[in-house]
């Protein structure tokens, strides 16, 4: 299989920068979101439709950078 359709694009979720990554392999769309400093995975997803797995993958990255919690230095 090949990657098809593949997207990039950066949001702002809960005041942190988030990076999503969609591709379609076949018929199951496939999306990453990772925090963008050090790149580290918040969720993959699949889902049927570029929607539905970019959904899934914002709704949990925003779950899990709600819970992180800033030190001022």
Avoid at 32 to 49: E, H, I, M, Q, Y
Wanted: glycine share 6%; hydrophobic share 35%.
């Amino acid at each position: 299989m090949r990657v098809e359709e593949f997207d990039e694009r950066s949001l702002r979720l809960s005041g942190w920068d988030v990076h999503l990554t969609t591709y379609r392999l076949g018929p199951i769309w496939h999306c990453k979101a990772d925090n963008v400093s050090p790149g580290a995975a918040l969720a993959r997803t699949t889902g049927s439709s570029r929607e539905e797995a970019e959904a899934r993958a914002i709704e949990r990255a925003e779950q899990l950078v709600a819970r992180t919690r800033r030190h001022l230095v």
